[in-house]
């Protein structure tokens, strides 16, 4: 302790960074069965919305995933704590024209 105040140029240490209250907005892309993946959890969503877009709110205990057709949102429960780790996943590949 007595050594970490000799230190040339220290200072003390401030209040460690708090996480955002608000949900995390991400994008996902269906797979051809409709499923997206957040946060390691998978989410079965129906062929109806396979390979479309959608965005999902994401926080600590649900998942607000938005369905374009309606204007409707589905609620799901996590079941996992892992933190969002990639905002725009899976998006549509860029044919290039030859």
Do not use: W, Y
Not at 18 to 47: D, H, Y
Not at 66 to 90: F, G, H, M, S, Y
């Amino acid at each position: 302790m007595d050594q970490a105040r000799r230190l040339r140029g220290s200072r003390p240490a401030g209040p460690p960074p708090r996480p955002s209250v608000e949900p995390v907005r991400v994008q996902r892309r269906a797979s051809n069965s409709g499923v997206i993946m957040v946060c390691g959890q998978k989410v079965s969503l129906g062929r109806d919305h396979k390979h479309q877009t959608l965005t999902i709110g994401v926080s600590e205990t649900t998942m607000a995933i938005e369905l374009d057709d309606d204007e409707q949102t589905l609620v799901v429960r996590r079941t996992t704590t892992l933190p969002v780790r990639n905002i725009k996943a899976d998006r549509p590949r860029q044919v290039s024209s030859q």
